[in-house]
């Protein structure tokens, strides 16, 4: 089994929806979490990191759900610039601390 | 501040030869890490250096040798190269564990 797993989409979406996405991770003692942002062709840029108690950062809210082991993006007001693939990041635990695993990435179309 | 930069951008090798990348980062980070990214395979962890003097292996390490020069500097050498290992490579370096990455502007390997 995967360590993180996301759907690969596309999310094909208009200007101004909301979209959100999942992750689930495998490791229930995983401690550190984060959605990055990567654009084709380029290196992946942290979105924001995801607390236990949720946070928002503008547009974007990212939450934890420790009991079902997923963590969730949602984006609102959907603006062209967000088009790109979203990697969800977990942190591994007892001897893989220092390691972090990445999800395949959720590829976001936003279309005007 | 450049903040982690990787040298070469691209590079075409045959079956056989060698060859090192170069990563450097320049904001005091203890840790660094290298991965590659595979279409549909998201990134995986070739090897990671918790602090100066100290280097691991992650999930792919073999056909990859590294070396942590310095605080700054960690590369990664292919010592025997083979068309399984074209991919694209991306260097990160982390304050402290488990904190969010910083990544370099990946380097396009195509081996023939």
């Known amino acids: 089994r995967k360590e993180v797993e996301q759907d690969p989409g596309p999310f094909n979406v208009p200007e101004g929806a909301t979209v959100a996405f999942n992750c689930t991770y495998s490791?229930?003692?995983?401690?550190?979490f984060f959605w990055y942002r990567q654009d084709c062709r380029k290196e992946p840029k942290l979105l924001m990191s995801?607390?236990?108690s949720g946070n928002e950062d503008g547009r974007f809210t990212a939450q934890l759900n420790r009991a079902s082991q997923y963590i969730s993006l949602l984006i609102r007001d959907s603006k062209l610039s967000d088009s790109a693939t979203y990697l969800c990041?977990?942190?591994?635990?007892?001897?893989?601390?220092?390691?972090?695993?990445f999800g395949s990435g959720t590829k976001l179309n936003v279309k005007p | 501040n450049a903040g982690v930069t990787q040298t070469p951008k691209f590079q075409v090798l045959k079956t056989g030869q060698s060859m090192t990348l170069q990563c450097a980062q320049d904001?005091?980070?203890?840790?660094m890490y290298w991965y590659r990214q595979d279409p549909g395979m998201g990134l995986r962890l070739i090897y990671y250096s918790a602090s100066e003097g100290t280097t691991d292996k992650g999930e792919v390490p073999n056909g990859y040798n590294v070396s942590r020069l310095n605080k700054r500097e960690f590369s990664l050498r292919l010592e025997s190269a083979a068309p399984s290992q074209t991919s694209v490579y991306f260097c990160?370096?982390?304050?402290?564990?488990?904190?969010?990455?910083?990544f370099g502007p990946g380097t396009r390997l195509t081996v023939t």
């Open positions: 995801v607390y236990s």
């Open positions: 490791n229930s003692a995983s401690q550190s």
């Open positions: 990041v977990v942190n591994g635990v007892g001897y893989n601390f220092n390691k972090f695993y």
């Open positions: 904001m005091n980070h203890n840790s």
């Open positions: 990160a370096s982390s304050e402290a564990l488990p904190y969010e990455q910083y």
